[in-house]
């Protein structure tokens, strides 16, 4: 095994490295670092050690690496090394694969079955029936669905013409056509087979009313109904006048005669408003027995009941059916027309029985006027049914008003609504006649039954497929590749086949066609990554006695791919001699983290030293550069994310009263870094840069002001960008100046705008 790297000198941005201060290496070692910081050029370093020789760009390099005998490998007897180490980086990806033309040649084995080539002549001819049997089936569908087309453009056409002569301005329906009519059938499945969608004629007649573009104005209409207990209440007051008398002494010619007891009623009041002592009609005086008699007659009491039943009868005059202005059926739309009319028939027919049973109270009433004595005059209560009728009459016609006024408010929604329900009538009629449910039902059922024969073909195709895979020379490890590749990605269109006219493996999507350079830069990765561990047990090779090192494998992979080449290189790489992992992506970076501290933990309880390490790649910017690799720090090997160790790290540099220049240059680097992380966080919606991410982080703050903000965006946009930092001593003393403050500000900055993230941050910062 390969302990450490002693020195490594002019390899690229490793400029004079000295690694006798670290651990050194173990069964199983990870790397981490980020993009730039010399995990590529690590990488070339074991690649030197795979070929035996130095790649170009490194042919003045020195190094040197001590193994696990002692002996060290240098740049001067490298061809002689007898190390056995496979690296897979992208020069391995770029030497072995080709996208454009084809990978080169993967193991080969030689099989000749005589049984398997006349199994395989038995499975082409069952293959041809089974075409045969699929062709004819597919024959079958395409009668089916063009009946169904043709229909469908029928009845498409016919409903264009009835929905157009409703509303010519409508463009939906101007171009109605058999793909709108389609697609209303598959959005409304279960309502074109629902006989009740089919319309009676007054209800279409309705809704072609209803769907025309004749915009009305509101009506208007304030309905005075009759309130509870109304006339019941009166009737008891006219019952209790009617029953009532008032004392007199009657003179039996006066009461005989209302015509003349009111005559002398009116004169009495006449001659005392006068003062007259003698009779002002026919000039005798009074006789005082004649006076005292009239006065009997009409006493106060009886005068002031005589007014009552009068205010009664002026009262009576003004009751029955309160009146109510209706609107005229012209005013509303014509849907709505006809039951304004009937409406307003059963409103007069209401109105009318009640004002009938009213008119038997006056009547009543007169009859008590004429003779105030008679106190068994009866009257009926107005029928309760028939002043709910008047109010329920009052409270349709408010509905009614209500139905046209909304459509008024919301014309084109509810002009839209009849014509959708025209349409849904006018499908249903047609599909049911058709019966276009059970041809579809048909079509469908020819539809599955083709696809399992499709199903069963591929299957038998697959067979053909892997037995002529076998009865050729050049392609059964293809056949070895192709599984592996296939639980790798989850899925199985891509695979390696061999061109026998142009002597190599082609990369073939779903089976047919020609070689795909099509490829997603994670499907080339995986092809890749998948391709390189074959290759290890090429020969007979014993991973066992393998040094297998591994750079990024998951560079262009989404997230679920992670998993795969994780759970990949565990499975195939465990039983190694030693393993190099070097990785950027921190999610992948934890899950090797992970396994490789369980083995050190399991190892423990047994008593046993680890044998997984991991170390950590540093370049402090300077000038010129370099890259050191160095221990892994305890945050590194215990934080869950790269956020918690980039706040680990530049909080520690808060701390410092002062920066060196090394670490001034890493702030601006780790700055922006943690600002992104926070507020694309914090604020998940889709901006542009960094900029756009930190104004919405200003938003809502008081303590950090918009300068500020704008001096910490300089800073870091100034000194994180290592194409544009100034290496100059002004800028680089300006740097240092600034970077202690600035630290402080974007601290004092996240606490402002999420305090308990913050606090919480820092705790776990100081733990650890």
Not at 180 to 185: A, G, M, Q, T
Request: glycine share 6%.
């Amino acid at each position: 095994m390969i302990h450490r790297i002693n020195r490594l000198r002019q390899f690229g941005i490793f400029a004079d490295y000295n690694g006798s201060g670290i651990q050194q290496f173990g069964k199983f070692n990870l790397i981490y670092g980020w993009n730039g910081t010399g995990k590529s050029t690590l990488s070339h370093v074991f690649s030197c050690l795979e070929s035996r020789s130095l790649i170009p760009r490194f042919l003045g390099g020195q190094f040197n690496i001590t193994l696990e005998d002692g002996s060290s490998i240098t740049e001067v007897n490298l061809a002689a090394s007898q190390l056995n180490i496979h690296v897979f980086n992208q020069s391995f990806i770029r030497d072995n694969i080709d996208w454009d033309k084809s990978v080169k040649s993967i193991l080969l084995i030689a099989k000749e079955k005589i049984e398997d080539l006349q199994a395989l002549e038995k499975m082409k001819l069952e293959l041809g029936g089974k075409r045969t049997a699929h062709s004819t089936k597919l024959n079958d569908i395409k009668i089916k669905t063009d009946a169904q087309d043709k229909f469908l453009t029928g009845v498409a056409k016919k409903m264009k013409i009835g929905l157009q002569a409703i509303d010519t301005s409508d463009s939906y329906y101007l171009n109605y056509d058999r793909r709108k009519l389609s697609k209303f059938i598959e959005g409304n499945e279960q309502a074109v087979v629902n006989k009740d969608s089919v319309l009676s004629g007054e209800k279409v007649i309705e809704l072609t009313n209803a769907a025309k573009p004749d915009h009305l104005p509101t009506v208007t209409f304030l309905a005075t109904v009759i309130p509870e207990d109304y006339f019941k209440k009166a009737a008891g007051r006219i019952r209790d006048l009617i029953a009532t008398t008032a004392v007199n002494q009657a003179i039996e010619r006066l009461t005989e005669n209302p015509d003349i007891r009111d005559w002398v009623q009116k004169g009495l009041e006449v001659h005392g408003h006068h003062h007259s002592e003698k009779c002002e009609f026919c000039g005798e005086p009074f006789t005082k027995a004649r006076a005292e008699a009239l006065a009997a007659h009409f006493s106060k009491e009886f005068t002031a009941f005589q007014t009552r039943l009068k205010d009664a009868a002026t009262w009576m005059q003004s009751q029955g059916a309160p009146a109510n202005e209706l609107p005229v059926a012209t005013s509303f739309y014509k849907e709505f027309a006809a039951d304004a009319t009937k409406l307003e028939g059963e409103y007069k027919a209401a109105a009318d029985k009640i004002d009938q049973q009213i008119e038997g109270w006056r009547e009543a009433l007169q009859a008590k006027i004429t003779d105030p004595a008679k106190t068994d005059i009866q009257i009926a209560d107005v029928v309760e049914g028939d002043v709910m009728a008047f109010n329920a009459v009052l409270s349709s016609l408010v509905v009614l008003v209500q139905k046209h006024n909304n459509k008024t408010d919301n014309f084109s929604a509810e002009t839209s609504k009849a014509k959708k329900a025209l349409e849904l009538h006018f499908a249903a009629a047609e599909i049911q006649e058709f019966d276009y449910a059970g041809n579809e039902k048909q079509c469908k059922e020819l539809q599955a039954a083709a696809d399992t024969d499709k199903k069963a073909i591929d299957e038998l195709q697959m067979k053909v497929n892997d037995l002529e895979a076998q009865l050729s020379n050049e392609t059964v490890g293809a056949k070895e590749f192709n599984d592996v590749l296939h639980r790798f990605i989850g899925r199985s269109e891509l695979c390696l086949s061999f061109n026998q006219q142009k002597k190599g493996y082609e990369i073939i999507r779903n089976g047919v066609g020609e070689h795909d350079g099509n490829l997603s830069e994670g499907e080339k990765t995986a092809i890749a990554f998948v391709y390189f561990i074959t290759k290890l047990r090429e020969g007979g090779n014993n991973i066992a006695d393998t040094i297998v090192v591994v750079d990024d494998p998951v560079s262009s992979f989404d997230s679920n791919h992670l998993f795969h080449a994780y759970s990949f290189l565990k499975t195939q790489c465990i039983d190694s001699k030693q393993l190099f992992v070097l990785t950027h992506n921190f999610t992948y970076f934890k899950l090797v983290r992970d396994w490789f501290t369980t083995t050190n933990k399991n190892r423990a309880k047994k008593n046993k030293s680890p044998v997984a390490f991991f170390y950590r790649l540093d370049a402090p910017p300077g000038s010129p550069r370099h890259s050191l690799l160095v221990d892994a720090d305890e945050s590194l090997k215990n934080y869950g994310s790269e956020y918690h160790y980039i706040f680990k790290k530049l909080y520690a540099y808060k701390a410092k009263t002062t920066l060196d220049r090394d670490e001034a240059f890493l702030t601006a680097n780790l700055a922006r870094k943690l600002l992104e992380s926070f507020f694309t966080f914090k604020f998940p919606k889709g901006r542009n840069d960094v900029s756009a991410l930190m104004d919405a982080g200003l938003t809502g703050c008081t303590v950090t002001t918009a300068e500020l903000k704008e001096k910490i965006y300089r800073f870091i946009n100034k000194y994180s960008h290592s194409d544009v930092i100034e290496i100059t001593e002004e800028s680089a003393e300006n740097l240092a100046g600034e970077s202690h403050s600035v630290v402080g500000n974007i601290f004092q900055w996240i606490e402002e705008v999420d305090k308990k993230h913050f606090d919480e941050m820092v705790e776990v910062a100081e733990a650890v």
